[in-house]
């Protein structure tokens, strides 16, 4: 699957450095090219003449060399490789990419390239879950790069246990082989829509549910990894939107329209987001406040438009059309006659009643309605439902 692909591989610092060793081979067995930069940290750990051996190429590790340099080097390196891979990820490595400092070779490559990044964070457990490192790695997935690890386990250096120590070589090679497959939606654009939506009541409540947003995230990642461009519309949820795509967020329906009509035309629609059907047509301009009367006051609703009915029977169409139905009752029922009156393709309906934990929840339990009739699923985590969906939209639009 790597046969020709171009991997930059920058070894940070830290006793992980050593595993750097094992993923080139594993890299270039799979025939990979394999360039190295490596932090003076590194060097503590693992020699470049170790590494060099191994990619059978020139290690770089100075910002200032002249003979690298002369031709802008870092920025060579930064462009040519297909994808950038960290090994080991450092807390420093991280605050400096996070917050655009390049004082080195490995930060001046990682701030001047425009090539997919993935980080394999390899540090103690106590510095993983420190403020600073959890804002910094919120920051880095919300600007597009992608993770594998940290697992939990045992650290080398303090004998200490917990989330920190680095993703095995293997499973590495597996998130390279993710980014760099050319999937089966390579060059299909697809438009997502999740999470709930908020109308306000006056500038400081609003009407909204239970929605996380945690199942259209998990579609709008699953479609990426299948090679899709992806445009995630997204309401106020409760989960990080999904390095790799293109987000937008929204607050409101009317806001949820507006930029799924802007994000057309797309081979396929999926509509997840969990629209509120009405909003408050008399809105306060100001905070609302009790009056002593002990008469609250009157809220007038008006209907809010219908996105999956403007996507489904709106020019121009998707190829494909998917809607959602949140059920409490008769769920197959319910979600067959929305398909019909919505004129959508697909219909995933699913019992969100209370007692089933599905909104709000790592797990669903949907039914697949098509113009076949009704598929259930077993009750699965949700990534797992975004897999299989996912891989029947690239069925679809083969």
């Not at 479609?223 to 997204?234: I, K, M, P, Q, S």
């Not at 937008?248 to 329906?253: G, I, L, Q, S």
């Not at 509509?271 to 509120?276: E, G, I, L, Q």
């Amino acid at each position: 699957m790597l046969a020709g692909k171009r991997v930059l591989l920058i070894i940070g610092g830290g006793i992980a450095a050593y595993k750097a060793l094992d993923l080139i081979r594993r890299l270039r067995e799979r025939g990979a090219s394999v360039r190295a930069v490596m932090t003076a940290a590194a060097q503590q750990f693992v020699t470049p003449l170790s590494v060099g051996a191994l990619t059978a190429d020139h290690v770089f590790t100075d910002l200032f060399d002249r003979q690298d340099e002369q031709d802008v080097g870092h920025i060579r390196l930064a462009r040519e490789a297909e994808l950038i891979v960290v090994v080991s990820a450092t807390a420093d490595l991280m605050a400096k990419l996070a917050q655009g400092l390049a004082n080195d070779l490995a930060s001046a490559v990682l701030l001047a390239t425009d090539r997919p990044v993935l980080m394999a964070p390899a540090m103690n457990p106590r510095m993983w879950a420190h403020p600073a490192t959890r804002r910094n790695h919120a920051l880095l997935a919300q600007d597009g790069v992608r993770f594998v690890g940290p697992n939990r386990g045992e650290m080398a250096e303090s004998g200490e246990a917990g989330i920190g120590r680095m993703a095995e070589p293997l499973e590495i090679v597996a998130a390279v082989e993710g980014l760099l497959a050319s999937g089966p939606l390579e060059g299909k654009h697809v438009l997502v829509t999740s999470g709930p939506t908020h109308e306000p009541i006056d500038p400081v409540r609003y009407i909204a549910n239970r929605s996380s947003g945690a199942q259209g995230t998990a579609l709008a990642a699953a479609l990426r990894d299948l090679g899709a461009r992806v445009t995630f519309v997204t309401g106020p949820a409760a989960v990080p939107p999904p390095a790799g795509v293109e987000v937008v967020r929204v607050e409101t329906a009317a806001q949820m329209l507006a930029a799924v009509q802007a994000a057309l035309p797309a081979d396929a629609a999926v509509m997840a987001a969990a629209v509120a059907d009405w909003h408050v047509a008399n809105a306060g301009a100001q905070k609302m406040k009790k009056d002593g009367s002990g008469k609250a006051p009157a809220l007038v609703f008006a209907e809010n438009p219908d996105i999956l009915a403007a996507v489904s029977q709106g020019v121009p169409r998707p190829r494909l059309v998917v809607g959602f139905a949140a059920e409490t009752e008769k769920v197959v029922e319910h979600a067959m006659a929305k398909r019909a009156r919505k004129g959508c393709d697909w219909i995933v309906a699913n019992d969100v009643s209370p007692a089933t934990g599905i909104m709000g929840g790592a797990e669903n339990a949907v039914v697949l309605i098509g113009a076949e009739g009704a598929e259930e699923w077993p009750r699965m985590g949700k990534d797992e439902v975004a897999r299989r969906l996912a891989a029947r939209i690239a069925e679809a639009l083969a």
